[in-house]
Structure formats: structure tokens, C-alpha cells
């Protein structure tokens, strides 16, 4: 009933661009024999998400230290899976069920991403110790800076297993690698052509007229 990311590359699972410092310490932080959990902090569109797609893509690809390969990245989509019977006391009780079998074995990683929408609906203080008490199964979080201040006050014992990463803005340098690597997608999917002169001015009139958004 929990999603784990597949044990093949995906052409679908998306490349963390300009990421690969995010990434090494995500993996350094993992290979801790104590506070091994992670929450990946940054506003929407820093890319949270993107980065924990892209570290099951090396773990596929074995490109991750021994002790992380043959690893699988087990989303706890908590409203995805059970969102037919939110309030349903054997909904709780069958996700609950499903953690504590997963904590059986070593060859995980939990990843709960967007913690604060996740967890709105349920007694997380459970999930979050169940999910975090088996050190040799880490948790992957992601989190808005807001949403991590307000889970630091509520639950200030939790927060203290997490090592923190802040994921910020990128730089106009790099958004625009991002764009030039990322380019051929979009062409292919919308058949269309930018010349790299293009590009530029694409980053220039995003961030003028977008003040409400992150980019890339």
C-alpha cells in the first residue's frame, strides 16, 4: 500500500540539475550512524521534490556509497494512498500496520515530501516516531520554511532528529543551465524550437513579471 520508487531507471523520474552539493550532503547525512534523518527545507519550486527523484535514480544506477546501494526510496504518500478514507480508523490502523512492516527490514528510506499537507489529516507525532525511531531506516522530509517553524514550536522533541538542508533560490547562472540542459523536454513534448539566445530573456522576463514565484 506504500509506494516505492522503481528498481530500474525511469526516463520519467525527473534530474536534479545544479543539485549535485544538495545531493552529497543528503547522502553524507544518510550514512550517519545517529540523527540520519533529513528534512529538505526551501520555498516551492527550489526543487525538493526533484532532488529526491533524482537520488532513487542513483541508487539505481549504484552510483551511492555500499551501504545505500540495493536501497529503495518508500514514499509515504499518505493522502494519494489512503485519501478515499481519511478519517477512517482502520485507514490509520492499516498505515500504521504497513510502517511497522516496513520497519523490518533495512532496504528502505522513508520519504514523506510536503510534510505539512501530508500529516494535516492525521496524528503525525505517531507517524513521524514510528517513522524516525529505527535508525537504520532513514527519513527523507520536505518542508516549506514556514511549515518547519510552526512543526519546530508543536513538536520541538521530533524536530530535533532531523539534520536540516535549505534548498535556495538559484542563481541566474544556474537557472540558465537548467534551462539549456533542460530545453530538449520541452521541445520534443510541445514541438517547438528556443534558440539558446532565447534563454536569457526567458530567465529576464520571468523574473520580472513572476515576483510571486521561485525560479527556475
Request: charged fraction near 30%.
Amino acid at each position: 500500500d506504500l509506494h516505492s520508487f522503481p528498481t530500474r531507471r525511469s526516463s520519467d523520474l525527473e534530474i536534479a540539475i545544479c543539485a549535485d552539493d544538495i545531493l552529497d550532503e543528503i547522502i553524507i547525512h544518510l550514512l550517519k550512524r545517529d540523527k540520519n534523518n533529513i528534512m529538505l527545507i526551501g520555498a516551492n519550486s527550489t526543487g525538493k521534490t526533484v532532488v529526491t527523484r533524482h537520488l532513487s535514480n542513483l541508487i539505481v544506477e549504484n552510483r551511492v556509497p555500499e551501504r545505500l546501494k540495493n536501497k529503495q526510496l518508500l514514499d509515504v504518500d499518505i493522502l494519494r494512498t489512503y485519501s478515499n478514507t481519511i478519517g477512517d480508523p482502520m485507514m490509520y490502523a492499516n498505515l500504521l500496520k504497513n510502517i511497522n512492516y516496513a520497519l523490518t527490514t533495512d532496504k528502505y528510506i522513508f520519504l514523506i515530501d510536503d510534510i505539512a499537507s501530508q500529516l494535516l489529516y492525521f496524528d503525525y507525532r505517531r507517524i513521524l516516531d514510528l517513522c524516525t525511531t529505527n535508525k537504520e531506516i532513514p527519513l527523507i522530509c520536505t518542508s516549506t520554511e514556514d511549515d518547519f517553524d510552526t512543526f519546530t514550536k508543536t513538536t520541538p522533541s521530533l524536530a530535533q532528529r532531523f539534520h536540516v538542508i535549505n534548498m535556495k533560490e538559484y542563481t541566474k547562472e544556474e537557472c540558465l543551465e537548467i534551462l539549456s540542459m533542460s530545453k530538449s523536454r520541452y521541445e520534443n513534448y510541445h514541438n517547438v524550437h528556443f534558440d539558446n539566445e532565447m534563454l536569457e530573456m526567458i530567465y529576464n522576463k520571468a523574473k520580472k513579471h513572476f515576483k510571486d514565484r521561485i525560479l527556475p
